[in-house]
């Protein structure tokens, strides 16, 4: 339990011995503050909201708490005006703290609330012969962070790529690949060839309309399982996902299934069905659709007027495979923002059509990335592809490394793991409905707030363990001014955050409550060793303090995990 845990069912128990007590430890904990000043004492308790409760102006409330409040870890407590200030006995907290983090070490901060229940999430999730977009990494970074915390937490995620492998654009593809397509080509660089087959496509048929019509025709034949126009579309899903593995391979990211678009084909017959059944579908100009008025949405369009199912047939068919093969706690889709309303729709379909479970989908959404305010595009010839931001970080780095750490034995994967670092990072630190501006500089810099800064520090750290031939013990013994300074003062307080600040990432799917508080730990940690000596203390002290790194180093290196960065021990 935290110290503020701690001190909240003290005040808790104090409150409901004075008559208050429908305030519980939880409400307490709510209430807590820390005071402006560490003079002040290190938690502050405003007795405001007791005031009607207890009949009493709250200076009186928190003089008469006062007398009612101690046991450990508070050392003494000050009624100051309508505010209980609490001092804790910070040596008995850091013994605690360091020996909690030492003993568990990468399981500190772990829950079972999750009870091995499933969450499927959906994520990444880009579109076959078009190029990996910054949405894509977008939705793959946050997906895959998400993923790690609620795993943290007891949970069984379950990485869905849903993939874009069906709809029109397939038959527009095969066309197009008839007409003016060249193997060779395709396999050497699948996602950019398909990518101009597709544009070439469009422009021509501006000229020759009837080529929209054999794409259309094309694509019914790859509904209705014709051999040729089957085996070209394998081929073309083939060639791009061998493309995308490339990516997610170098950001080390695993997927659990890749069951996309596609694989529903012959599931949607059955939710037509039923909504039919449900008498839910109407008629909207030869449409089939779902009327949402009720909610003030436009209607959820099933089919079309010439029997082709749409993007939503597919994800509600998926939501039904998703509830019957995984019996799911909750169901993700971490999917940009300008997908809301189709969720909504979605989802609300699903409560019309009475499923329960319904309430336990979520729409993660997330912003834009722009680059010099505007959104980076994956338009005609001009394609940012993400493969080459990830090789042209990677290379950045390993030009640093180099320079300053020439020595360095297995440079090309510490690269790899920082330059990716960096670029997971660059997105994780901000909160993801919040536009990002794409910006080298932001990102590969050493100092800061980014990746590369946070996985310098935990090596610095660990270095610094290494010299001082640390030998891991979990007992702390504390001598006397090993911790007093408020250097580590401000270090134990953070250590002593991270579950809750887990707890809160978990909560609001927001991994970047994570990647703030990493920048929080390593400009703490860095402080502290610019100004506590460490290696030529006596061995005692040497001891605790080093303690006092490695606890760090479990912390950093565990927060990198779930954000889903990797922290090499020398760079
Ligand atoms: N492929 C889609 C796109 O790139 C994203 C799919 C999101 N997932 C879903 N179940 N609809 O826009």
């Known amino acids: 339990?935290?110290?503020?845990?701690?001190?909240?069912?003290?005040?808790?128990?104090?409150?409901?011995?004075?008559?208050?007590?429908?305030?519980?430890?939880?409400?307490?904990?709510?209430?807590?503050?820390?005071?402006?000043?560490?003079?002040?004492?290190?938690?502050?308790?405003p007795c405001f909201q007791l005031a009607k409760a207890l009949r009493k102006a709250p200076p009186l409330i928190a003089s008469e708490l006062a007398g009612e409040v101690s046991g450990t870890p508070i050392r003494e407590v000050k009624a100051v005006g309508?505010?209980?200030?609490?001092?804790?006995?910070?040596?008995?907290?850091?013994?605690?703290?360091?020996?909690?983090?030492?003993?568990?070490?990468?399981?500190?901060?772990?829950?079972?609330?999750?009870?091995?229940?499933?969450?499927?999430?959906?994520?990444?999730?880009?579109?076959?012969?078009?190029?990996?977009?910054?949405?894509?990494?977008?939705?793959?970074?946050?997906?895959?962070?998400?993923?790690?915390?609620?795993?943290?937490?007891?949970?069984?995620?379950?990485?869905?790529?849903?993939?874009?492998?069906?709809?029109?654009?397939?038959?527009?593809?095969?066309?197009?690949?008839?007409?003016?397509?060249?193997?060779?080509?395709?396999?050497?660089?699948?996602?950019?060839?398909?990518?101009?087959?597709?544009?070439?496509?469009?422009?021509?048929?501006?000229?020759?309309?009837?080529?929209?019509?054999?794409?259309?025709?094309?694509?019914k034949k790859l509904e209705d399982g014709d051999e040729e126009a089957r085996r070209l579309w394998q081929w073309f899903r083939d060639e791009s996902l061998k493309e995308f593995m490339k990516i997610y391979d170098l950001m080390g990211v695993r997927f659990d299934s890749f069951h996309g678009e596609a694989f529903y084909n012959d599931k949607m017959d059955r939710v037509v069905a039923?909504?039919?059944?449900?008498?839910?579908?109407?008629?909207?100009?030869?449409?089939?659709?779902?009327?949402?008025?009720?909610?003030?949405?436009?209607p959820c369009l099933i089919k079309k007027s010439d029997g082709a199912t749409l993007y939503a047939t597919r994800d509600l068919a998926a939501a039904l495979y998703r509830n019957e093969t995984y019996d799911f706690a909750k169901a993700l889709y971490v999917v940009g923002n300008e997908q809301r309303l189709h969720f909504q729709q979605l989802f609300k379909v699903l409560e019309k059509m009475g499923f329960e479970w319904a309430k336990e989908m979520y729409h993660i959404p997330f912003g834009m990335m722009l680059k010099d305010g505007k959104k980076m595009s994956t338009r005609k010839g001009k394609v940012v592809l993400l493969e080459e931001v990830l090789a042209q970080a990677i290379e950045d780095v390993l030009n640093v490394i180099r320079e300053k750490n020439p020595s360095l034995e297995n440079k090309e994967e510490v690269a790899r793991q920082v330059g990716v670092g960096a670029v997971i990072f660059h997105d994780l630190k901000n909160y993801r409905l919040n536009d990002i501006?794409?910006?080298?500089?932001?990102?590969?810099?050493?100092?800061?707030?980014?990746?590369?800064?946070?996985?310098?520090?935990?090596?610095?750290?660990?270095?610094?363990?290494?010299?001082?031939?640390?030998?891991?013990?979990?007992?702390?013994?504390?001598?006397?001014?090993?911790?007093d300074?408020?250097?580590?003062?401000?270090?134990?307080?953070?250590?002593?955050?991270?579950?809750?600040?887990?707890?809160?990432?978990?909560?609001?799917?927001?991994?970047?409550?994570?990647?703030?508080?990493?920048?929080?730990?390593?400009?703490?940690?860095?402080?502290?060793?610019?100004?506590?000596?460490?290696?030529?203390?006596?061995?005692?002290?040497?001891?605790?303090?080093?303690?006092?790194?490695?606890?760090?180093?479990?912390?950093?290196?565990?927060?990198?995990?779930?954000?889903?960065?990797?922290?090499p021990e020398e760079m």
């Open 274 to 298: 039923m909504l039919e059944e449900q008498g839910l579908l109407t008629e909207s100009e030869g449409a089939l659709v779902v009327n949402l008025d009720e909610y003030d949405m436009p």
């Open 485 to 567: 300074s408020k250097e580590a003062w401000a270090v134990i307080t953070l250590l002593n955050s991270f579950p809750e600040v887990i707890d809160r990432a978990r909560e609001q799917f927001d991994p970047s409550q994570i990647g703030k508080y990493v920048i929080d730990l390593a400009q703490a940690f860095n402080k502290f060793y610019a100004n506590v000596r460490i290696l030529a203390e006596e061995a005692d002290v040497k001891t605790t303090r080093l303690q006092l790194v490695a606890a760090v180093v479990t912390v950093l290196k565990e927060g990198l995990r779930l954000l889903g960065i990797a922290a």
């Open 1 to 45: 339990m935290s110290y503020k845990h701690q001190a909240a069912s003290i005040i808790a128990a104090a409150l409901t011995r004075l008559g208050a007590d429908q305030f519980t430890a939880e409400t307490v904990y709510d209430m807590l503050e820390t005071p402006p000043n560490p003079s002040m004492g290190d938690i502050a308790f």
């Open 82 to 219: 309508p505010y209980l200030n609490l001092f804790l006995d910070q040596q008995s907290v850091a013994r605690d703290v360091i020996g909690t983090i030492l003993t568990q070490g990468s399981a500190y901060g772990s829950r079972d609330i999750g009870k091995g229940r499933n969450v499927p999430i959906d994520l990444s999730s880009p579109n076959i012969a078009k190029p990996f977009s910054m949405g894509h990494l977008r939705s793959t970074v946050i997906g895959n962070a998400i993923a790690n915390i609620l795993e943290k937490h007891g949970y069984r995620p379950i990485r869905i790529n849903h993939l874009g492998d069906w709809g029109t654009q397939f038959g527009k593809l095969i066309v197009a690949y008839k007409l003016w397509g060249d193997e060779e080509k395709v396999k050497a660089e699948p996602i950019k060839e398909l990518l101009q087959l597709y544009v070439r496509f469009h422009e021509e048929a501006e000229k020759d309309p009837s080529l929209e019509d054999q794409g259309r025709e094309w694509f």
């Open 437 to 483: 501006n794409f910006s080298w500089e932001e990102m590969l810099t050493f100092e800061g707030e980014t990746g590369p800064y946070v996985q310098y520090t935990h090596a610095r750290a660990c270095s610094l363990l290494r010299k001082g031939e640390y030998v891991p013990i979990s007992e702390v013994t504390l001598p006397e001014g090993a911790l």
